[in-house]
């Protein structure tokens, strides 16, 4: 059975550090990746989403840029964080149609 | 441009109460998914309806799709505290790979 996995599940970091948050699938080849941001209280934000290896699609221009190094590897990072990074970043895989299967989530707080 | 309104956004009910929320969508698509998210967690799949009349049900959740008119509905039967969540609806545009997401039904289910 497919299964994802994204870490860390919390994180708090200063204003102006990096950020890498990762997530990984297994069971599954070649599956389309998403990075989803959630402010709180709010709808889901897409932010990046990728249908193979290199090939990233940005959806809102932003802070963050996102990379797939391998397959089932998908990786949202930041340079310099803002204060407007902070929300609940989610990880999701599909195949095929876009029914998304979701990670965990890390909840992220600049402070 | 595809656009996914929910309503309402934020629903109180006493338990044993019966509910819908509903999920309107502004552009042809035959496939929908609802999601629940519970308070600080991810999302889960809960049902992926996928042509005009589907129905599917699951305990005291039933979901239905109407293409032609571009809507879905969620409907609560006799309500109880475990069903306290965050519903999302999601339509799929079918010519990428990407969901279109409603803002989310805030449900809270008072004992």
């Known amino acids: 059975s497919q299964t994802i996995h994204q870490w860390p599940a919390t994180l708090v970091q200063p204003v102006g550090s990096p950020l890498s948050l990762e997530c990984t699938v297994e069971?599954?080849?070649?599956?389309?990746l998403y990075w989803y941001r959630q402010a709180a209280g709010r709808g889901l934000q897409l932010l990046f989403y990728?249908?193979?290896?290199?090939?990233i699609s940005s959806e809102v221009p932003q802070n963050l840029s996102a990379s797939r190094p391998q397959d089932r590897q998908f990786i949202l990072s930041s340079k310099k964080l803002l204060l407007s990074d902070s929300g609940f970043y989610l990880c999701?895989?599909?195949?095929?149609?876009?029914?998304?299967?979701f990670g965990q989530g890390t909840r992220l707080t600049v402070v | 441009e595809l656009k996914v309104e929910q309503n309402p956004l934020f629903l109180s009910m006493q338990e044993g109460k019966n509910y819908t929320i509903y999920c309107n969508y502004s552009?042809?698509?035959?496939?929908l998914y609802w999601y629940r998210q519970d308070p600080g967690k991810s999302l889960e799949s809960l049902f992926v309806?996928?042509?005009n009349g589907a129905v599917k049900q699951e305990g005291r959740l039933m979901a239905s799709l109407d293409t032609k008119a571009r809507l879905s509905t969620l409907h609560i039967t006799a309500a109880v505290h475990d069903l306290s969540a965050t519903y999302f609806c999601?339509?799929?545009?079918?010519?990428?790979?990407?969901?279109?997401w409603g803002a989310g039904t805030k449900l809270i289910i008072k004992p």
């Open positions: 999601a339509v799929d545009m079918a010519s990428n790979y990407q969901l279109i």
């Open positions: 552009t042809t698509s035959d496939r």
């Open positions: 309806l996928l042509s």
């Open positions: 069971g599954t080849s070649n599956p389309n």
């Open positions: 990728s249908v193979g290896i290199g090939q």
């Open positions: 999701a895989w599909s195949v095929l149609r876009p029914e998304a299967f």
